[in-house]
């Protein structure tokens, strides 16, 4: 069965990087579209960054120019790059795969395997 790990999250102070990683497993990992999500506390979840099989990506406007998602089909990897961390990052975040090939402006909602979160916490 699909199964997704994410790893690299921790404590940074504000205008710092973390690199957050995630394996996947369990299928064909080059044919499917991934994503990063994050949740804070009292807050939905949203969507940070897609990236599609032909490595087409889209950003949430509110990470656009400090994050950069990609991944290595070689090693079954998804990343994602945080640079220029705000407080407003601190968040569980999450690695997500879709069914879907190609991006479309509806595919945050056909994400249906999940990791289980890493934590990022960004300070003054």
């Not at 080059?30 to 960054?49: D, I, L």
């Amino acid at each position: 069965q699909v199964q997704l790990g994410e790893s690299g999250g921790g404590s940074v102070q504000a205008g710092g990087s973390l690199r957050l990683s995630c394996a996947a497993s369990g299928y064909t990992y080059r044919r499917y579209c991934m994503g990063w999500f994050r949740q804070a506390p009292g807050k939905e979840r949203e969507g940070v960054a897609y990236i599609d099989s032909a490595y087409t990506t889209r950003y949430a406007e509110s990470v656009k120019g400090r994050f950069t998602i990609s991944r290595d089909n070689a090693k079954n990897s998804l990343y994602l790059q945080m640079n220029s961390l705000k407080l407003e990052d601190s968040a569980m975040y999450f690695c997500a795969a879709s069914g879907r090939t190609w991006y479309s402006p509806d595919l945050q909602f056909w994400f249906g395997f999940w990791g289980q979160g890493t934590q990022v916490n960004v300070s003054s």
